[in-house]
């Protein structure tokens, strides 16, 4: 290091592991983070509470958990169908699962109809 | 919808000190000591209650004539060795990890005996603020007792080359007899089981004798001796039943001590009091007079206020006499000697380290205390309390009572260490003392905050100094404490 020196056994250690990270990455590599999902503070970003438009998402209660909320956590899938960019974790509804959600027609009523998946 | 803000730098967690004409800053979340120089400085006074992006924080840095390479390296620098973070809001805290549920035990604490042939008006055994119950149990440790606590230490002592038995009491001489036969089993037992084995006692050294001094010497026994300075100071709450001033007595016995025991250094123990604060002239006297090695300092354990509590006005006292001798310790150390007031000694072993303490000290975990009757307890503070008992040397470790405890105690468990920046070292402070205060042993010891706050800061400008002018002392000094 150029600019810190270390002068207790354990900024000897962060020293070292510095070295390694050096020796590891080109010095050319982007130091601006790359944009994340969920980034806004505080991460990961979870929308709080229930919103005017019955949209179910990535909630949590007004105490920050998932024991609180107006339905089961299990259905907050059901706003990643279609819409979601983060289409990893939810119902495929081009290949695999297109008619996941063919017995909800309105979500606020319909909402139990919505089943899990098992790939 | 989400709008992305680009990410933002904002300082790490660290106390920063000016010491031998450097700059420095203790890293909280690693216990870590750095030397910093302007530019490093320079990147703090940007983020001084800002936060800047990447490219603003490097065009600053440029503007004032660095190279663009060079500012670059220098941010990089600072995050590699996370003094400065990137991203959106505080990053989740660092906490120490809790020690593993089978941590192998180090030492057992042998209260020999619950008697003592002293009075001492404070004491934490017997006195007020007492948590001990020892109606209706033994008075002295048995030899099989004894024995079955070197065995137990032997067999949880996983994996260590040397294992640590320190007696205490009540007054540990009065059960020398036990001490003797102890030494003699535990030293085959380790010896068998291929460990090495150190020992140590306390005690208020009214019952040394020429014979005794001989062994603990033979034995390389570390002997810790209780007491409060000169006569009028000693005698003031260190006193037989009948009130009768114990200096008299001690003090011939004392100079035997010294003079014969060649093999481990010979410390004083403080306790100070309402009335016994002079801590210069309890130094001088120990020190110098007597000729002990090491001489430490603590304030008495108390719970409400009692006669014999230090006020404020008294802590305030202390801690500027414990500066006096601070300087004096640094200007030793900067000749290559050994000053001997080992409040300073002892923490800056833990700064050569950068400990980061999950708990504010072994208790419960390498070290416990045993009773006279065989109960296991976090350490020799809570020797005969029921409520703290934590196992038997015959049934062995009660993991459970001993996971209480030190869920309780992880610093993590402690709200308000959480924005201080001396918790590597504290950790929230005494089990026992928080618990006399506070009736919880998980209680953060919030009454002497500042005060250790002040006396890290004392410690951690006599290590920069030092790291600057004599770095070969720090190096000699961690050799003869086993550090290095």
């Known amino acids: 290091m150029k600019h810190l020196r270390a002068i207790n056994k354990k900024a000897q250690r962060i020293d070292e592991a510095v070295t390694q990270m050096e020796a590891a990455v080109s010095p050319d590599a982007d130091m601006e983070e790359d944009v994340v999902a969920l980034q806004q503070a505080p991460r990961p970003h979870v929308p709080m509470g229930c919103s005017l438009s019955f949209s179910p998402g ?37 290949n695999y699962s297109p008619d996941w959600a063919s017995n909800c027609a309105t979500a606020t009523k319909d909402w139990r109809s919505l089943d899990l998946v098992f790939p | 919808m989400t709008v992305m803000q680009a990410p933002t730098y904002r300082r790490a967690e660290y106390h920063s000190f000016d010491a031998g004409g450097s700059d420095f800053v203790y890293l909280v979340s690693a216990g870590a000591i750095f030397e910093i120089d302007a530019d490093v400085r320079a990147v703090f006074d940007r983020l001084d209650g800002q936060e800047l992006t990447h490219a603003m924080l490097v065009r600053e840095l440029v503007s004032e004539g660095r190279a663009q390479e060079e500012a670059d390296g220098l941010v990089r620098e600072l995050r590699q060795a996370r ?24 030492a057992l604490v042998l209260n020999v005996t619950n008697q003592c042939n002293l009075a001492c008006t404070y004491c934490y055994e017997f006195g007020a603020d007492k948590i001990a119950t020892p109606a209706g149990k033994p008075k002295y440790m048995t030899l ?29 001489l009065m059960n020398f007899k036990l001490l003797r036969d102890v030494v003699e089993y535990a030293n085959a037992a380790t010896a068998a089981a291929g460990k090495a084995i150190t020992y140590s006692l306390t005690t208020n050294a009214t019952l040394l004798t020429p014979e005794i001094v001989t062994f603990l010497s033979d034995n390389r026994v570390g002997v810790t001796v209780s007491m409060d300075g000169p006569p009028e100071l000693q005698d003031k709450h260190r006193v037989y039943k009948n009130g009768k001033g114990s ?4 003090e011939p016995r004392l100079r035997t001590l010294i003079a014969h025991h060649k093999t481990r250094a010979i410390t004083a123990r403080v306790t100070l009091t309402e009335g016994v604060t002079d801590v ?27 006669a014999y509590s230090l006020d404020g006005n008294g802590m305030d006292s202390v801690l500027a006499q414990f500066n006096l001798l601070a300087e004096e310790w640094l200007e030793y150390a900067l000749r290559g000697e050994s000053h001997g007031f080992t ?21 419960g975990l390498g070290l416990m205390g045993v009773s ?48 201080c920046w001396a ?11 928080a618990f006399v205060r506070y009736g919880d042993t998980g209680h953060a010891n919030l009454h002497y905050c500042d005060w250790i706050r002040q006396w890290t800061d004392t410690c951690l400008r006599i290590y920069g100094v030092l790291s600057v002018r004599n770095p070969g002392f720090l190096e000699r000094f961690a050799e003869r404490k086993g550090l290095s």
């Open chain 1, 58 to 94: 990535w909630e949590v209660d007004a105490g920050g958990g998932t024991a609180g909320l107006c339905q089961p956590v299990e259905r907050d899938i059901y706003d990643c169908y279609v819409t979601c960019f983060w289409p990893v974790q939810v119902p495929d509804h081009v």
């Open chain 2, 83 to 106: 003094l400065i973070h990137l991203g959106h809001g505080m990053p989740v805290a660092e906490v120490p990890q809790a020690p593993p549920a089978d941590f192998p035990l180090q």
């Open chain 2, 144 to 172: 099989d007792t004894a024995k079955a606590s070197v065995d137990l230490l032997i067999a949880e002592a996983v994996g260590r080359k040397a294992v640590h038995i320190t007696f205490f009491g009540g007054e540990t």
């Open chain 2, 247 to 250: 200096y008299a007595v001690i």
């Open chain 2, 280 to 306: 210069v002239r309890i130094f001088r006297h120990l020190k110098d007079d007597l000729g002990f090695h090491e001489v430490g300092f603590a304030p008495v354990t108390t719970g409400e206020e009692r």
């Open chain 2, 343 to 363: 409040n300073v000694s002892e923490t800056i072993s833990e700064l050569i380290s950068g400990v980061n303490k999950s708990h504010p000290c072994g208790a």
């Open chain 2, 372 to 419: 006279p009757s065989g109960d296991l307890s976090p350490c020799h503070r809570f020797t005969d309390a029921d409520t703290h008992s934590m196992g038997h040397v015959s049934s062995g470790i009660d993991r459970a009572k001993q996971g209480e405890f030190l869920a309780k105690g992880h610093v993590e468990a402690k709200y308000d260490c959480q924005s």
């Open chain 2, 423 to 433: 918790r590597p070292l504290c950790a929230g402070g005494c089990h026992h003392e």
